[in-house]
């Protein structure tokens, strides 16, 4: 993929609500501020804190929990991607 | 459980207002601003702050009176969960 | 008591305004922001910050003037209590 | 007195605008933000900041002009006080 | 004067719109936040900021002009004063 | 070009939605808030934070995406360009 | 110039926009948030953060790019100059 997020934003590919995935992860229609999964694809440097980079906790090829607030849909060779910040991310799924 | 909360996140499930816990807690339905109980199932690493990672004082099978504010609900193997900020705790059972 | 409140917060059982108590403190009906008188049950190990904890001004046993705003309502055994932040109390008696 | 501040609290007793002290001080009654003059009865021990006191620059016997916005009334053996922060004073008397 | 301002507060004497100063700053009606000369009476010792004080880029005897938003107006010895912050001046007259 | 931002100032020229570029990238016209592309024309030398400049994650000849919210048209020489700052750019084409 | 402005504040002399500079800067009417040009005539020494100034990036003599938002008119000797912060010059010509 062509697209390198800065400072602490990740690109993630968002996976349907009924796809299945190993992790057994699902997210309930009734939920208030209604969370998505969806695969990384690729994560930044991580933002600058008084002289050093705070590391991102994510890796591409993590399934993660998002909130979609905040995100920005973009479109790279036909695929339908989102650019979030990593505190968008409220879990990932344990392998 | 599948799932791993990022940075000062904690992963609960609610325990019910009528049950009865060693902890004799019992939060009355008058209350201003709601609380409830929980169990707490798996806690992040803790956030960042300038260079070193802030702990939590909350680890997995702590009993946790919470704020809901802010909580985001979600399902793993058809268990209903929530995932909250460490600072929407207000206090844990002294076991 | 069976609870540990959590970072700032300490859990206190108010006194009723008719109560005198050694200190002769006398909280007015006609303040603007009514404050309250209470009994300090239990403190937390305070907030963190730069990788310190900020350590709490008040002990167990102490007797303060708060404002009740911001501060949440729980009954353990029977006991109706409430948890409240460090910086929403204003002050202490001195014995 | 019976009451310690906490933090960078302090205690006031309220100087009516009538009365004329040493300090030749005078607050007109057109002033957009009114202030009122006092004595100061007590002051805390300063907030914490990356893990030092901030020290007050008002002690017990100062004589003070403050804004009476956010401060909150007490009474302490029939006496009328005043808690501020020392943010709220804006001068104090030279001696 | 017996005023001494706390903080990075000053105590400022006003100049009226029509006295020319050795300055020759002129203040246009026209502006749209209207600001105000005035001379420099008195200065406090700085604010703290992480455990040292923010000296004060003005002395007494300085003509400034300053925005009046959030200063308060008081009365020494039937002198019309104001007490601002420093962060209220917007520049000084160069000597 | 004349220009030079200032702190983590960069300036853009924008690429049209119809332009296909190497990097692949295409922005949907469904994008809630819709991102837009562009070529790095030059970059500030980053704003200050406790004593250092903060680096910029983005040089001159870069093809970004950004959000256009905070950004200033100017024109050099008849150039229609963009000053945006660092914060508004999601992620970069790699290449 | 009499003015020696504040912090990081500047003086600056605004440059119509029909005239043309050695910069080639023009600033389209169409600009939405419209910025302006100006001549710098003073600088003030830097804001203090942790016990250190700040350097300005500006110098006197500079032409700069600005959003008029916050600044404020002033008149030296019958010349119309505003008072600007450092944070409202977008960028600055090179020469």
């Known amino acids: 993929m062509g697209l390198k997020p800065l400072g602490d934003r990740i690109v993630v590919r968002q996976i349907e609500a ?3 995935t190993a992790s057994g992860i699902v ?13 990384v694809l690729a994560v930044g440097e991580g933002r600058w804190e008084n002289g050093t980079r705070v ?6 090829g993590d399934e993660v929990i998002y909130s ?4 920005t849909e973009v479109s ?5 991607l989102l ?7 409220l879990a990932k799924a344990v392998k």
Do not use: M
């Open 18 to 20: 009924e796809d299945v």
């Open 27 to 39: 997210l309930p229609d009734t939920a208030q501020e209604k969370p998505l999964r969806g695969e």
């Open 55 to 60: 590391p991102l906790d994510i890796v591409a």
């Open 68 to 71: 979609k607030y905040g995100g």
């Open 76 to 80: 790279v060779d036909g695929d339908d």
């Open 83 to 89: 650019i979030l910040r990593e505190s968008d991310v």
